[in-house]
């Protein structure tokens, strides 16, 4: 994350002011749709800010990517695309049968911290290059492209373990977690909120699929 964090931060500068300085007319920027800010039981919606005040290195990462999305979004020449994905999953992306989450799960590493109750946004790796591809021609601004069906950790994990033909994943106390996974992975499992994708459905026609191993 730490690189990740970098490529935005400096990366991310330099191709603003390319873009400014050479002519171009829209930039698209990839954002995160995991880590908006929402009352316990409520979607984030565009309005909502990235968690600032998240810790350790996801803190970092969400002050870096919104102040990126402020600058293209504040830039008087540019118009500016914000695209706050979901979780990617399918083909090439992390969650898919034969990928690494997989693999984790059929080796019985995967595990549920505390209650599980953090919620989270997911999107078909094929769905987000759609609205992707409209989002050139689309109304600039921020949009969340995300699927219709957020779930918390405790829901999805042990769904997507079956859909693997993996174990259930075992419960670990947030004490423990604290410990052995740090405070980031307990913040993954126990504050994210999921967001809702309705200016996207109305202004990019998207259509997302519903998550592959929802109910399995």
Do not use: C
Request: hydrophobic share 40%; glycine share 12%.
């Amino acid at each position: 994350m730490p690189d990740d964090t970098r490529l935005h931060r400096e990366g991310g500068a330099n191709l603003i002011a390319a873009a400014e300085k050479l002519g171009v007319r829209r930039d698209i920027m990839q954002s995160r749709g995991f880590y908006l800010e929402a009352p316990a039981g409520r979607l984030a919606d565009e309005t909502a800010r990235l968690r600032y005040g998240a810790p350790g290195e996801i803190g970092e990462s969400t002050r870096t990517i919104g102040a990126y999305e402020d600058r293209v979004l504040a830039s008087p020449s540019l118009e500016g695309v914000v695209l706050r994905y979901g979780f990617f999953y399918g083909p090439g992306t992390w969650y898919r049968p034969d990928g690494a989450i997989a693999d984790q799960a059929r080796k019985g590493e995967s595990a549920i911290i505390g209650e599980g109750n953090g919620v989270w946004s997911f999107v078909h790796i094929d769905d987000a290059i759609a609205a992707t591809v409209v989002s050139l021609g689309a109304e600039p601004g921020i949009y969340n492209i995300v699927d219709d069906g957020p779930l918390p950790v405790a829901e999805w994990l042990p769904a997507f373990a079956r859909w693997v033909d993996a174990p259930g994943p075992k419960r670990v106390s947030v004490q423990d977690a604290l410990k052995s996974a740090g405070e980031e992975a307990v913040y993954y499992h126990t504050r994210l909120t999921g967001a809702s994708n309705s200016r996207a459905k109305a202004k990019l026609d998207s259509a997302p699929r519903p998550l592959l191993w929802k109910g399995a």
